[in-house]
């Protein structure tokens, strides 16, 4: 199973949250693509090397949703991701898929000028 998903702003993923199926429905291994928005199918899926890859807990073990984290560096500037589960028999359940990160906002530059408006009074007085 392939499953993409766009942002609408760029974001910082830190972890991948999922409650899996049991038994044969439930996926083996995730492979996490960020920013490849042309996985379109599984022979793309297998042939692209990931940014995260990892063996997902057996859901009989756990209890929930899991929390898997992910590399940082990257998953930084993320503005589209693509899991391809593998290796569940022939139908894959997924009950709840979720994030955890932050929304990247545009930068400020912090060496810019003031604008005037903003400087103190004084030294718009003493400018003119």
Known sequence: MIIHVPFAQNVRVTSILLKLGRGD???????????????????????????????????????GVVEYPVKAAAFTNVRSL???????????????LGFKGDVLKEGTHKDSEAPAVDAPRIDRLAQE
């Not at 291994?29 to 057996?58: G, M, Q, V």
């Not at 693509?82 to 709840?96: D, H, Q």
């Open 82 to 96: 693509s899991l391809y589960f593998r290796e569940s028999v022939r139908i894959s359940r997924i009950y709840y």
């Open 25 to 63: 429905t439930t996926p083996r291994h995730l492979r996490a693509y960020a920013n490849h928005p042309n996985i379109i199918d599984f022979s793309d899926a297998e042939n692209t090397k990931p940014h995260f890859r990892i063996s997902l807990l057996d859901p009989g073990e756990t209890y």
